[in-house]
């Protein structure tokens, strides 16, 4: 078994409105960084798993974040993988 480090990324839909990064980005020009021009905010998830290999990591990743992590009618989410030890066996 190989143990696996995930970063899921989950944001909204670009057609989605974000309040909060609306009012975020009018903070950040009340500090005078006018130049911000759009603010999204998301979530990341961190996640430690075991699984014979990457393909089926990433497998198992996308069905947990397609069925608990994202709302797929208002978010999208985004998975980045890495592999952090071989399990001697």
Avoid: C, W
Avoid at 33 to 52: D, H, P
Wanted: hydrophobic share 50%; glycine share 6%.
């Amino acid at each position: 078994m190989t143990q696996f480090q995930a970063q899921v990324f989950v944001t909204l839909r670009p057609s989605v409105l974000d309040p909060a990064g609306v009012a975020v980005q009018a903070g950040i020009h009340h500090l005078g960084y006018t130049n911000v021009q759009a603010v999204r905010i998301g979530k990341l998830v961190e996640v430690t798993l075991e699984a014979s290999d990457r393909a089926t990591a990433e497998a198992q990743l996308t069905h947990i974040a397609d069925q608990l992590l994202a709302n797929p009618v208002i978010e999208t989410f985004r998975i980045e993988l890495q592999e952090l030890a071989t399990a001697a066996g």
